[in-house]
């Protein structure tokens, strides 16, 4: 399972409250139309002034689904609102292991 970390820090003209707002409501709608997600989180940083403004995950079989799923039409429209959103995005491609 190939696990996409996304970092957003968001645009200069949202207030933390719009950006929550945008990424848990309208940027939500982008990742429940990705062909071949698996499954997709969102953690908000709990104050304002934090290097980024939320951490996003989203889960795919491997990196040929990831690669079709941002190249799908859904995938470009995804792209386009996460940049105007924002001002920095940084995407760590990872393979998570459990630990307990």
């Given at each position: 399972?190939?696990?996409?970390?996304?970092?957003?820090?968001?645009?200069?003209?949202?207030?933390?409250?719009?950006?929550?707002?945008?990424?848990?409501?309208?940027?939500?709608?982008?990742?429940?139309?990705?062909?071949?997600l698996?499954k997709?989180?969102?953690?908000?940083?709990?104050?304002?002034?934090?290097?980024?403004?939320?951490?996003?995950?989203?889960?795919?079989?491997?990196?040929?689904?990831?690669?079709?799923?941002?190249?799908?039409?859904?995938?470009?429209?995804?792209?386009?609102?996460?940049?105007?959103?924002?001002?920095?995005?940084?995407?760590?491609?990872?393979?998570?292991?459990?630990?307990?």
């Open positions: 399972m190939l696990k996409v970390i996304s970092l957003l820090k968001r645009a200069e003209n949202l207030s933390h409250e719009e950006f929550t707002k945008w990424v848990l409501q309208d940027h939500v709608e982008f990742a429940r139309k990705l062909p071949g698996r997709y989180t969102v953690s908000v940083t709990n104050e304002d002034g934090a290097a980024y403004d939320s951490v996003n995950e989203l889960y795919f079989d491997d990196d040929d689904a990831r690669v079709a799923a941002f190249g799908s039409e859904h995938g470009k429209a995804a792209a386009a609102d996460a940049a105007a959103h924002t001002t920095q995005r940084v995407h760590l491609l990872t393979t998570e292991h459990a630990q307990s």
